[in-house]
């Protein structure tokens, strides 16, 4: 069973920066595609980015593009989240997500139904 879990929120004021960690078990990460998603009290979890395997391909919603970038590290079976230029808008539960299956397609990773694993969520607060 893969658990996540995730660390590093906190509350920033805008423009600040902050870097969220996925750490995984259970299963090598290295099998694992994983993404980030976020959701704002009252609205439908959204995508904000995703990784392949290898960390050879990177995918990003267009809210986030430019700010945050994602990363991986299989030898530690960790997974970033660097977020630069924070947003009020940006305050959110930020959740790690993973699966094994399919062929990676910017629908697929996009989409939460791609994912049999969630972590817990961290919250993250943008101040202006």
């Known amino acids: 069973q893969v658990q996540l879990v995730e660390s590093g929120g906190g509350s920033v004021q805008a423009g600040g920066s902050l870097r969220l960690s996925c750490a995984v078990s259970?299963?090598?990460?290295?099998?694992?595609?994983m993404g980030w998603f976020f959701q704002a009290p009252g609205k439908e979890r959204e995508f904000a980015a995703a990784?392949?395997?290898?960390?050879?391909?990177?995918y990003y919603a267009d809210s986030v593009k430019g700010r945050f970038t994602i990363s991986r590290d299989n030898a530690k079976n960790m997974v970033y989240l660097q977020m630069n230029s924070l947003k009020p808008e940006d305050t959110a539960v930020y959740y790690c997500?993973?699966?094994?299956?399919?062929?990676?397609?910017?629908?697929?990773?996009?989409?939460?139904?791609?994912?049999?694993?969630w972590g817990q969520g961290t919250q993250v607060t943008v101040s202006s």
């Open positions: 990784i392949g395997w290898s960390g050879g391909s990177t």
């Open positions: 259970g299963r090598a990460s290295s099998s694992l595609y």
């Open positions: 997500a993973a699966d094994s299956r399919g062929s990676l397609t910017s629908w697929v990773v996009s989409t939460t139904t791609s994912y049999r694993y």
